[in-house]
């Protein structure tokens, strides 16, 4: 499998992973490369995808975004250590969810533990890293960067 397609199937799979797990309204940006070698991260999440392909798939976001959808899946904003908790395991299920669409087209990969950034104020990029923004209604945007190796 090219790496283009790889891409194409891994950000495509992210998307529908974000739909299927916050029950809002959401749209989206269309993917394209991200030339920036560093990005600055307020608040999001790193996991590696390992396996028939190696990615680092991160969702940043503004704190408050965070809150916002911790408020709305769990009943409560919350802040401190449970906002880095709830960051960590809403990357879990959004990238847990991404694993299994993209094992049903053959791409079996497996996940790493999650990576809180907090405050991240340069974070170095694979070369290949493609970005799509997600807008949910009501809540904010959050970016999701796609960097992949040819495995």
Known sequence: MSLDLSIQHVITGAIESVKAIIPASISYAEPKLYIQETT?????????LIGDIHAQLII???????QKLAGMLFGMEVEGEMLLSFTGELGNMIVGNLTMQISEIGIKTDITPPNVLSEQKEYYLHSE??????????YGKMDILLGLKAS
Do not use: M
Request: no cysteine; charged share 10%; net charge negative.
């Open 40 to 48: 600055d991260i307020s608040l999001g999440v790193l996991i590696t």
């Open 60 to 66: 940043q976001g503004e704190s408050t975004v965070f």
């Open 129 to 138: 890293t493609v970005i799509t923004s997600i807008y949910v209604q009501d």
